[in-house]
Every structure is written in structure tokens, then in C-alpha cells.
């Protein structure tokens, strides 16, 4: 026996002249509409008590709520106090050493999910290959986000910097051979970790940058997105609680560096 079709009940079209209908679709041209989706985030963070809080959070597609969390791909290896931790083994609470040889604590983890469909686009993944700034720096290759930044100082602002070095966006050494950009077929869920201050952490043997939203980065964004935004950290009150900056940084153009 075949199955009958269903038909979707077409909507009755309205009578303009109806004393009932109001025309609103110049009304519906006036009215802004938002030029960012939604997507979810996984929180996870160390409380001054000792409590952990974790939960999800919806965030808009906008670059400052995505450089939060877009720094680490999953199988990112943390070096710890005892031995290593993937990115996506982390809790808050654990230590993790930095570049200047002592232990820091993690308060804060966040991940998402990004993929080509985003109305942002898609998140290109960066590749550094083992030894690309040095003798296993990294020990071997590690995968980073757009959001992530290293410990190496760009060659045109060597005679500038100060003598710990500076915090880089990894695409300023994207080379096609050392340094080379992916374009994910599939959606990636990237990683950022947040110390109780401002660190180089090692990863795979490299030192990267630690979560810090910056001095000023932020004071563009609406009132509402501030607190949207501040809602992502539940172990903080204010941005200035993540104190202050502990290497200076380079911007994603050349020849210029940012606080």
C-alpha cells in the first residue's frame, strides 16, 4: 500500500483591505538584525573559596568572545608538575608550569566549537612544526588556534621589545612551510586556560600565552556585552582582576605591538 502524500496546510493569504490588517513590512526593514549567531561554551573555573563552577554559556559569534577560547586544539600537551596533561584533561585547580620554570594554577578553562558554517566563518587551525623557533620549540608539531600567541618576537620588532620577549599571534610566522595554516573539513572544538596571572605556558615544549582579555581591548564593546562577556568568568568580578600584563605583545599586523 503506498503512502499517502501530506501536504503542508498552505497559509491564508491576507486581505489587504481588511480594516484588521496592518502592513509591516516596512516597519520589519527598520528594524535591526543582530549580524552575529549564538554558540554554546563550556566554562570551568577555580573559585577564591575552592569551588569550582562549571556550566555552559551562550555567547555571540563576535571576535572578542571567540579569541577566548580559540587558542588550543584538543591533544594540546600542558608540561604539569608531574609529567604532561592534554588541554581537554584539564581542571581547575591543577598547576602547570610556565616558561620561567615555576609551577602556576589553572582558575579558569573555556572551549567551544567552531566549523565552516559559523556565521563568523570558519576557524583556521595554525601548524607549527617540532623546531620551527628552535631546538624543541615545539618538541613536535602542535595544532594552535587563531587566538593563540607564542613567546617569540617577530624580526621587525627585535630592537624594541623588552628582554623577556614578546606574546606574538601565531599567524604573524605562517610561511607555508614551518608555520602553515588548515582549513578544518569538520567542526574543531578549541581550548583557552586562564592562571591565577599573566604566564607563558610550556605546550608541546613551546611557550604560549596564558588567557588575558588585555588593558583595553574591550571598551569598544556595549555595556550588555561587558557583562556577557564578564559572565564567561564566574571567579572573577572585574576585567581588572586579571591583573596586569607580564609580557608585551604584538598585534596581527606587522610592525606594530599592542597592550
Known amino acids: 500500500m503506498s503512502t499517502p502524500m501530506l501536504r503542508t496546510p498552505?497559509?491564508?493569504?491576507?486581505?489587504?483591505?481588511?480594516?484588521?490588517?496592518?502592513?509591516?513590512?516596512?516597519?520589519?526593514?527598520?528594524?535591526?538584525?543582530?549580524?552575529?549567531?549564538?554558540?554554546?561554551?563550556?566554562i570551568s573555573a577555580l573559585k577564591c573559596d575552592g569551588t569550582i563552577v562549571t556550566g555552559q554559556r551562550k555567547i555571540p559569534t563576535l571576535p572578542d568572545f571567540d579569541k577566548v577560547f580559540a587558542a588550543f586544539a584538543q591533544g594540546t600537551l600542558f608540561q604539569a608538575e608531574q609529567g604532561?596533561?592534554?588541554?581537554?584533561?584539564?581542571?581547575?585547580g591543577d598547576w602547570l608550569m610556565t616558561a620561567n620554570g615555576t609551577p602556576e594554577q589553572v582558575t579558569w578553562i573555556g572551549s567551544t566549537t567552531f566549523s565552516a558554517g559559523d556565521p563568523a566563518g570558519h576557524a583556521p587551525i595554525v601548524r607549527v612544526m617540532a623546531d620551527t623557533f628552535g631546538m624543541n620549540r615545539p618538541e613536535n608539531s602542535i595544532?594552535?588556534?587563531?587566538?593563540?600567541?607564542?613567546?617569540?618576537?617577530?624580526?621587525?620588532?627585535?630592537?624594541?621589545?623588552?628582554?623577556?620577549?614578546?606574546?606574538?599571534?601565531?599567524?604573524?610566522?605562517?610561511d607555508g612551510v614551518s608555520v602553515v595554516d588548515i582549513l578544518p573539513p569538520a567542526p574543531v572544538r578549541l581550548f583557552h586556560v586562564a592562571l591565577r596571572q599573566h604566564a607563558a605556558l610550556m605546550a608541546n615544549g613551546l611557550e604560549v600565552e596564558s588567557y588575558h582579555p588585555g588593558t583595553t581591548s574591550l571598551r569598544h564593546l556595549s555595556q550588555t556585552l561587558r557583562t556577557t562577556f564578564l559572565s564567561l568568568f564566574p571567579n572573577i568580578t572585574l576585567l581588572s582582576d586579571f591583573g596586569p600584563l607580564h609580557y608585551p605583545r604584538a598585534t596581527d599586523d606587522k610592525g606594530q605591538s599592542a597592550a
Open 143 to 174: 595544532n594552535l588556534g587563531p587566538a593563540a600567541r607564542v613567546l617569540q618576537t617577530p624580526p621587525d620588532l627585535r630592537a624594541a621589545v623588552a628582554p623577556n620577549g614578546m606574546m606574538t599571534p601565531t599567524g604573524r610566522f605562517v
Open 10 to 42: 498552505q497559509p491564508e493569504q491576507a486581505d489587504l483591505q481588511s480594516p484588521g490588517f496592518t502592513d509591516t513590512s516596512a516597519r520589519s526593514e527598520l528594524v535591526p538584525r543582530p549580524a552575529f549567531g549564538i554558540r554554546i561554551a563550556d
Open 84 to 92: 604532561f596533561v592534554a588541554v581537554e584533561d584539564l581542571l581547575p
